[in-house]
């Protein structure tokens, strides 16, 4: 599902892809809340999905659930979690 693909746009620690794209939310938002558990503290997810609602359902997510959200970034296009605990 996920695979390391470098450093994070802050340049700190890996980055895991959740590929989400063709999925229409809620589905993004789910994978993602399933997937970031299993990484450890500090970890940052890119969850790329291109259904225009992940831009504020992911955001949205990360408020409510206390991760940061790190960046949205136009090419995938991506969205960039951080666990925080």
Do not use: K
């Not at 390391?4 to 959740?18: F, I, N």
């Not at 955001?59 to 790190?70: L, T």
């Amino acid at each position: 599902m996920g695979r390391p693909t470098g450093a994070s746009t802050d340049g700190v620690g890996p980055v895991e892809v959740l590929d989400c794209r063709g999925q229409r939310c809620p589905l993004p938002v789910i994978a993602l809340a399933r997937r970031l558990p299993e990484l450890p503290v500090g970890a940052v997810l890119r969850v790329l999905a291109d259904d225009p609602a992940a831009a504020v359902d992911i955001p949205a997510w990360c408020r409510m659930r206390a991760h940061e959200f790190v960046t949205a970034t136009p090419e995938g296009p991506g969205y960039e979690v951080r666990r925080t605990h």
